[in-house]
């Protein structure tokens, strides 16, 4: 398992999350169709035509989350543990 896989259990079972910046942009994927899909179908009636509106712009706010999913897929900040060597001083800043 590498640290870039997510494990959640539930109960006797897991839920094995591989590759989560790539999950979180296909997911992401998802989401912006559902909401295009779902306006598209409310501009077929003026009562939902404010609905659809909504539905444009929060898939339109999504495609925003694309790029930010994959910035943080490529800089990632860990915090670097050093070396022990055995002695203290070699860490005094």
Do not use: H, K
Not at 14 to 22: H, S
Not at 46 to 55: H, K, P
């Amino acid at each position: 398992m590498s640290d870039d896989d997510i494990t959640i259990r539930i109960g006797r079972d897991e839920l094995m999350i591989r590759q989560r910046w790539e999950t979180a942009s296909i997911a992401n994927d998802v989401l912006i169709a559902m909401w295009f899909v779902a306006g598209s179908i409310c501009f077929f009636w003026e009562s939902t035509t404010v609905i659809a509106t909504w539905l444009f712009l929060i898939g339109s706010i999504e495609f925003l989350v694309r790029p930010a999913i994959r910035l943080a897929r490529r800089v990632q900040i860990r915090q670097v543990r050093p070396v022990a060597t055995g002695s203290d001083s070699a860490f005094d800043y």
